[in-house]
């Protein structure tokens, strides 16, 4: 079944950098747009970015666009997050999130557990 | 950017009583609204997509409706397993994909 397992995430200062990843098993990587979701400390959702399947395409949420660089690497399987120039209200459980289709993007019907990331000085 | 208000806040329901939540969004997104569940530690679960359409291995008492700007989604008789956030979502007009801020359930 479907697998995906993020890491990297931890304590950094603000300004710092951070690269989370997520590696995916039990499905055609390649074949599906791939997201970020992020969960602050007692929030709801909020989407962050995504990337079609063929790395083509990368859209960013406001509130992360020119600070986080989301990229994949089909081969490995694996779907990355770079961090930059972090702020304290990037403070959140990082998810990455499966595209339900292959040919468009649409709802998240696969996620993974969540990585932690807090920045404080 | 479509904003998603849901309702209520937190909803309080007995065993094998109805859970009504209500979701609605700032323009209209047709019928590209998704309905997921959130339990305490745990990543969010997809529930229902395309407004009314379960997900595979959902239990049949969760029901979606609605089209256009306003969406329910239906419990129709509450387990306690049950208890979790819920949360809307609209993928009709992107970027960015929106959520709505999310409905606690608590079992009476």
């Known amino acids: 079944q479907v697998q995906l397992v993020e890491s990297g995430g931890g304590a950094v200062q603000p300004g710092r950098s951070l690269r989370l990843s997520c590696a995916a098993s039990g499905f055609t990587f390649s074949a599906y747009g791939m997201h970020w979701v992020r969960q602050a400390p007692g929030k709801g959702l909020e989407w962050v970015a995504v990337?079609?399947?063929?790395?083509?395409?990368?859209l960013y949420a406001d509130s992360v666009k020119g600070r986080f660089i989301i990229s994949r690497d089909n081969s490995k399987k694996t779907l990355y997050l770079q961090m930059n120039s972090l702020r304290t209200e990037d403070t959140a459980v990082y998810y990455c999130?499966?595209?339900?289709?292959?040919?468009?993007?649409?709802?998240?019907?696969?996620w993974g557990q969540g990585t932690l990331v807090t920045v404080s000085s | 950017e479509i904003v998603m208000t849901q309702s209520p806040v937190t909803l309080s329901v007995s065993p094998g009583e109805r859970a009504t939540l209500s979701c609605r969004a700032s323009?209209?997104?047709?019928?590209?609204l998704a309905w997921y569940q959130q339990k305490p530690g745990q990543a969010p679960r997809l529930l229902i997509y395309?407004?009314?359409t379960r997900a595979i291995g959902i239990p049949a008492r969760f029901s979606g409706s609605g089209s256009g700007t306003e969406f329910t989604l239906t419990i129709s008789s509450l387990q306690s397993e049950d208890s979790a956030v819920y949360y809307c979502?609209?993928?009709?007009?992107?970027?960015?994909?929106?959520f709505g801020q999310g409905t606690k359930v608590e079992i009476k």
């Open positions: 999130a499966k595209d339900r289709y292959s040919t468009s993007l649409e709802y998240f019907d696969s």
């Open positions: 979502q609209q993928y009709n007009n992107w970027p960015p994909w929106t």
């Open positions: 990337i079609l399947n063929d790395g083509s395409k990368r």
């Open positions: 395309g407004a009314s």
């Open positions: 323009q209209t997104v047709s019928s590209k």
